[in-house]
């Protein structure tokens, strides 16, 4: 999951962490408008392009990989929803292993905890699973059942 966001003062409580956006899942929003972009080169981009290649290039400026959603203008957010509706929702490939108590699911790599509370995850917090799952690769549904997925 994402660090923390925020550095708590004295006699105060961090609370759980602010969801980010991560630079990769900008990339993937901005390439998914492109190909559906009508503009032609030398033309202005289209809203949502413009909305979400100004975040980008604010953190590649920062040298940043994460945002945290709140900084998001309100048109990168609808751009990026946009783009996130058209992923698929859960990792899961059906071959569910933490039922039987282990601790990360074989088949799809998500923790007992994150598959009980899938449904409660903003889209953030999703695509940070989704982050991990897939930098570590060692689930099966990168292997045996790549199919699947």
Not at 17 to 30: F, K, N, S, Y
Request: charged residues 20%.
């Amino acid at each position: 999951m994402p660090a923390p966001a925020h550095k708590a003062g004295p006699g105060t409580h961090p609370g759980p962490p602010m969801p980010q956006l991560h630079i990769l899942d900008l990339e993937a929003a901005i390439n998914w408008w492109r190909d559906r972009s009508t503009t032609q080169p030398g033309d202005a981009l289209d809203a949502p392009l413009h909305a979400l290649a100004e975040v980008y290039g604010r953190m590649v400026f920062d040298r940043s990989t994460a945002l945290d959603t709140d900084a998001l203008p309100p048109a990168a957010l609808d751009a990026w929803l946009a783009w996130y509706a058209t992923t698929p929702d859960s990792p899961c490939i059906a071959i569910c292993s933490t039922a039987q108590g282990d601790p990360l699911c074989k088949g799809c790599g998500r923790s007992f905890d994150e598959v009980q509370h899938w449904p409660a995850l903003d889209p953030f917090e999703k695509r940070a699973v989704w982050r991990r799952i897939n930098l570590e690769a060692s689930a099966w549904r990168f292997n045996r059942y790549a199919e699947r997925g």
